[in-house]
T-cell receptor, first 119, second 111 residues
Framework: EAEVAQSPRYKITEKSQAVAFWCDPISGHATLYWYRQILGQGPELLVQFQDESVVDDSQLPKDRFSAERLKGVDSTLKIQPAELGDSAMYLC?????????????????FGQGTRLTVV | TQLLEQSPQFLSIQEGENLTVYCNSSSVFSSLQWYRQEPGEGPVLLVTVVTGGEVKKLKRLTFQFGDARKDSSLHITAAQPGDTGLYLCAGARGSNYKLTFGKGTLLTVNP
């Protein structure tokens, strides 16, 4: 069964260091999301891609966070420098997106996430 | 301001009981989705509702989308310990189908 792949599964880093997360969406999914989830809360959207283009990054702290999806397939989310408050689960999700312009194509499928701890 | 308000935030019940959790908003959504998330894992999609007034059933789970497409409910009949988890609702809206999540309802079903 197709699934969203994320790596690493866990990451511990010191504050002020750089850290990067990788996501490989389900094949054929045009839309890719990066979410941040603090323990006990719902996921918060950081950035949304449609193919290789960013369509929403209004909640991305751009002074330290960056995201790219160069070929419209896999994606990388980077934090530099990491801060203590960045400790969270970083989730990647993908959906068919607007390819067929039908609502069920917005159904998002999530990876297992990367648990980041900044010390 | 939270776009999607979920209630209750926490719910602890005994096996065999029925329960309902709610997802409310002042905004209209193109579609609304329910996910269940277990600790340390990503959310898993349960259902998508797209039509106002729509009711969908998934075994012991019943999902309803409000007539105005602003709210939804999830009803579980005869809850089991395996139903334990964080139940999240997410709404898609806008030309980019931005998917926004509520904070979730943490359900614990005790044996």
């Amino acid at each position: 069964e197709a699934e969203v792949a994320q790596s690493p599964r866990y990451k511990i880093t010191e504050k002020s260091q750089a850290v990067a997360f990788w996501c490989d969406p389900i094949s054929g999914h045009a839309t890719l999301y990066w979410y941040r989830q603090i323990l006990g809360q719902g996921p918060e959207l950081l950035v949304q891609f449609q193919d290789e283009s960013v369509v929403d990054d209004s909640q991305l702290p751009k002074d330290r966070f960056s995201a790219e999806r160069l070929k419209g397939v896999d994606s990388t989310l980077k934090i530099q420098p990491a801060e203590l408050g960045d400790s969270a689960m970083y989730l990647c999700a993908s959906s068919l997106g607007q390819v067929f312009l039908t609502d069920p194509d917005t159904e998002a499928f999530f990876g297992q996430g990367t648990r980041l701890t900044v010390v | 301001t939270q776009l999607l308000e979920q209630s209750p935030q926490f719910l602890s019940i005994q096996e065999g009981e029925n329960l309902t959790v709610y997802c409310n908003s002042s905004s209209v959504f193109s579609s609304l989705q329910w996910y269940r998330q277990e600790p340390g894992e990503g959310p898993v999609l349960l259902v998508t509702v797209v039509t106002g007034g729509e009711v969908k059933k998934l075994k012991r789970l019943t999902f309803q989308f409000g007539d105005a497409r602003k709210d939804s409910s999830l009803h579980i009949t005869a809850a089991q310990p395996g139903d334990t988890g964080l139940y999240l609702c997410a709404g898609a809206r806008g030309s980019n189908y931005k998917l926004t999540f509520g904070k979730g309802t943490l359900l614990t079903v005790n044996p």
